[in-house]
């Protein structure tokens, strides 16, 4: 039994948000678990600030003598992970795996860009729903038809015990976790076992 029951507390409110008659059978609040997200954003170094850091690492004279060079060879441990050949996500990918799989425009990207710090996700008997808790009402900001998801499974970690992947029918993947007052995984087993029955 979970501590806080989101179906409990968030069940009325959940269910004014969806479609008339729309059964609710299973919701939690989510976020994309820590991990490695791979593209979600653009590369670094395309950014503007990315730009004014090269043109920067540009303008600085190569160090000369051995105290020059060890300060710089420091400085390239601490902030630029490539010096060590480590993955670009370092720790990222370390700790959490990679988090979200999928080109642009794809069901896992789109899920991702519509999760914030007040979202919920909602399995209901004909839809996978994100919500977005605002101004004390929720509103749908996601819907997917439940034959949308072709796998769904618990992804724990070793404090992240609220952890679970959804795979999309166009083949991208996301993990998403449970935070805040849900310290166990009964959220996330609710919403796989919403997700995989009669499967």
Not at 48 to 70: L, S, Y
Not at 96 to 110: D, E, F, I, N, Y
Not at 137 to 148: C, F, I, S
Request: hydrophobic residues 45%; glycine residues 12%.
């Amino acid at each position: 039994m979970p501590l806080v029951d989101d179906l409990k507390v968030w069940g009325d409110d959940a269910r004014r948000a969806l479609a008339p008659g729309e059964a609710l059978l299973a919701i939690t609040s989510v976020a994309v678990a820590y991990g490695a997200r791979g593209g979600a954003e653009p590369d670094f170094w395309t950014t503007p600030a990315g730009r004014v850091v090269d043109r920067v690492n540009r303008a600085v004279p190569a160090p000369k003598g051995w105290v020059g060079k060890a300060l710089a060879g420091v400085g390239g441990v601490a902030f630029a992970s490539p010096s060590l050949d480590l993955p670009s996500e370092f720790p990222e990918s370390w700790i959490g795996g990679r988090t979200c799989q999928g080109p642009v425009g794809s069901l896992a990207r789109q899920l991702e860009a519509v999760l914030t710090g007040h979202s919920f996700l909602a399995v209901t008997a004909q839809r996978v729903v994100a919500l977005t808790n605002r101004d004390d009402r929720m509103a749908v900001t996601w819907a997917l038809p439940r034959h949308g998801v072709v796998a769904a499974r618990r992804r724990p970690r070793l404090l992240a015990r609220g952890r679970f992947g959804l795979v999309f029918s166009d083949g991208s993947w996301i993990v998403l976790g449970t935070f805040g007052a849900h310290v166990g995984s009964a959220h996330a087993e609710r919403v796989v076992a919403a997700l995989t029955a009669g499967s």
